[in-house]
């Protein structure tokens, strides 16, 4: 850390010193040390495993079969009743 502050300071004491170097630097300070980034990698990676254990995924709860329901006449008719009602709002909301 002394290192990056040193170069910021001689960047400083330039004339044109470059802003935007200057800022990235100061970025690399407001960082945690890498420590802090470690021990955080490995409490998610503890999370993750214990969510994996804890949980089952839909995708390998059910099995694929490849087929589709087909719709029953009383479905149909709740079909049919359901688009004529949208049909229905939609013509009086226009006025």
Known sequence: MKEIYD????????????????QFLQQM??????????????????????????TQEV????????KTEESTPEY???ELNNNKYIKWLQSHDKN
Not at 7 to 22: G, M
Not at 32 to 54: H, T
Request: some cysteine; proline content about 6%; glycine content about 2%.
């Open 7 to 22: 170069i910021i300071l001689k960047e400083k004491a330039k004339d044109c010193p470059n802003k935007e170097y200057i």
């Open 76 to 78: 149909k008719q709740i």
């Open 59 to 66: 995708e390998d709860f059910f099995k694929y079969s490849g």
């Open 29 to 54: 300070t407001d960082k945690p040390p890498k420590e802090y980034f470690i021990d955080e990698i490995k409490r998610q990676n503890i999370e993750k495993e214990i969510y994996k254990s804890n």
